[in-house]
């Protein structure tokens, strides 16, 4: 049986917990929405063949 640790980034937590209270999808409008947009959708929409 193996056991696997759950973690949490406090960081990200604290960023997300902000952003709760007054929610926006707007990029700008938070830490968070920033870190959602810089980390994971931006790297879905650059492709390497840009032609």
Request: aromatic fraction near 10%; hydrophobic fraction near 30%.
């Amino acid at each position: 049986m193996s056991t696997t640790q759950n973690s949490i980034d406090n960081i990200l937590s604290r960023e997300f917990t902000c952003w709760e209270e007054k929610p926006s999808i707007e990029r700008d409008s938070s830490v968070f929405m920033h870190r959602i947009y810089n980390e994971d959708i931006l790297p879905c929409l650059t492709f390497p063949n840009a032609d």
